[in-house]
């Protein structure tokens, strides 16, 4: 009878043991028997029930495969829940890849800081799709610190290693400047090994003639150095800052002009500027209106305003963009954060625009706006010169840059007869904090760097000349 015993748990503590260490092709097999096709065989259903008793003797593998038809309905019910819970036993079993489509159903489903925490887990277990996912995040500033350099040494560690997403990223990287020194050359050269492999979005960037942050060139890249020289060593040029304010519905009907900036991830480049007209009307506690952009693209829109911020109600359009040029790409607004500031008969809006990619399933890159009522009068002394750089200056907004600003900013102007000219900035209550002396010029091109001492927040900056006056909303960081 001992013997029995014996041989009987013998046989048992050997079963469990096969349970356990699982031939490496077992799995292959199951899903080239049961998940193919083209077998005979094939039934997800029987594929689900032998990876569920592999998984459940503690293969992490065959756990990150449970998760997978969980999350895909493949021979069992969709499960979200399940999913979560077996990628996650397979990624703390050691398998990276279990946290890396963890990651990615969290992403899915636009819970950005939770898919950066796992891809940043599965990046620390080596593995290769995992570096691209982070440094993703981290070049969008999504679910995390928006950080060009900390992507850039995960992107160089994975083109190293031979994939070609992050020689893409790494290239574009490098063409634009963004966390390491514009290199065309070598830029060229990963999106080439990148087009080679097969990756779609580097042969387009190949073709493409200009990179998203092109170079200014020309009187405007004159204009900007000028502005630089006035500022401090290492004062940031053109960071884009968040504004929140409530905006009085009353306060906001009318007709506006001015511009749209789109900068890149990090908010500090300008990669493409465009002219924005704007008109408000209240009605029944809604905001109904048209935004016009470049005299071209004009969509209707109903908004409503909330204690922090305009939002519109289901406003969409499509527009082709740099890295799909052809591709029409569904966007669509989701709030707004416009501070509104009265001066006399003029009102200003500023702030910034939140899209958001209807099929990317992630927000757009920051934009800014400024935006003022038309204002009446004959403005016939002064020219709108700002036609190099995507027409900044449009009807009465003067052109000043940066803004938001540090420390300092520059005006541009452009007289077509001589007459006195002299600059003043005011609070939003009507006090004058800085002023400079009139003086009598010709008629010509102008650049005027303005450095100022001033507390954060919006100030109105007007320009008189003759007996004429321009303005425009600048906000101090």
């Not at 990148?194 to 387009?204: I, N, V």
């Amino acid at each position: 009878m001992k013997i029995i015993i014996t041989a009987f748990f013998l046989v048992t503590a050997f079963n469990y043991a096969c349970a356990q260490v699982v031939k490496p092709d077992t799995l292959n097999v199951i899903a080239s028997k049961y998940l193919n096709r083209s077998s005979k065989e094939y039934d997800p259903s029987k594929a689900f029930s032998s990876y569920l008793n592999i998984a459940l003797n503690g293969n992490a593998k065959a756990m990150n495969a449970v998760g997978i038809m969980y999350k895909t309905a493949s021979g069992t019910k969709a499960d979200h829940l399940k999913a979560i819970e077996w990628f996650a036993k397979a990624g703390n079993a050691g398998y990276a890849k279990g946290f890396y489509n963890l990651a990615l159903l969290y992403k899915d489903t636009m819970d950005f800081e939770n898919a950066y925490h796992y891809f940043s887990q599965a990046s620390e277990m080596n593995e290769p799709m995992a570096w691209y996912g982070q440094a993703y995040m981290l070049y969008k500033g999504l679910g995390c610190k928006q950080d060009y350099e900390k992507a850039l040494a995960l992107l160089k560690k994975g083109a190293y290693t031979g994939r070609s997403s992050c020689m893409y990223l790494l290239g574009l990287c490098m063409r634009n400047g963004y966390g390491t020194a514009i290199n065309t050359d070598s830029a060229r050269f990963w999106l080439a090994k990148s087009s080679a492999l097969g990756y779609k979005f580097a042969t387009d960037e190949l073709a493409a003639k200009d990179p998203e942050n092109i170079e200014l060139v020309g009187a405007l890249a004159q204009k900007i150095k000028t502005a630089q020289k006035a500022m401090p060593a290492g004062t940031p040029f053109n960071r884009y800052t968040k504004v929140e304010n409530t905006v009085p519905a009353a306060e906001i009907e009318g007709s506006y002009s001015g511009y749209l900036i789109r900068y890149d991830w990090s908010g500090q480049h300008i990669t493409a500027t465009c002219k924005l007209q704007v008109t408000i009307k209240y009605e029944n506690d809604t905001l109904k209106g048209a935004w016009i952009e470049d005299d071209s693209l004009t969509v209707p829109f109903n908004a409503i305003l909330t204690p922090k911020a305009l939002v519109f109600n289901g406003m969409q359009y499509s527009k082709t963009e740099h890295y799909d040029p052809g591709i029409r790409k569904l966007l669509t607004f989701e709030k707004a954060k416009l501070q509104l500031i009265k001066s006399n008969d003029t009102v200003y809006l500023a702030g910034n625009i939140q899209m958001f990619g209807r099929h990317s399933k992630e927000p757009e890159r920051p934009q800014y706006v400024a935006l003022v009522k038309t204002l009446k009068g004959n403005n016939s002394n002064l020219i709108n010169i700002a036609n190099e750089d995507g027409s900044l200056l449009v009807n009465n907004t003067l052109r000043a840059y940066p803004n938001p600003f540090t420390s300092g900013f520059t005006i541009d102007f452009a007289l077509n007869e001589t007459c006195n000219v002299h600059t003043a900035i005011f609070t939003q209550q009507g006090k004058m904090v800085y002023s400079n002396p009139a003086v009598r010029l010709t008629s010509g091109n102008y650049t005027l760097p303005i450095q100022v001492n001033l507390a954060a927040g919006a100030y109105i900056v007007k320009l008189y000349y003759g007996k004429q006056v321009k303005s425009t909303i600048m906000i101090k960081q």
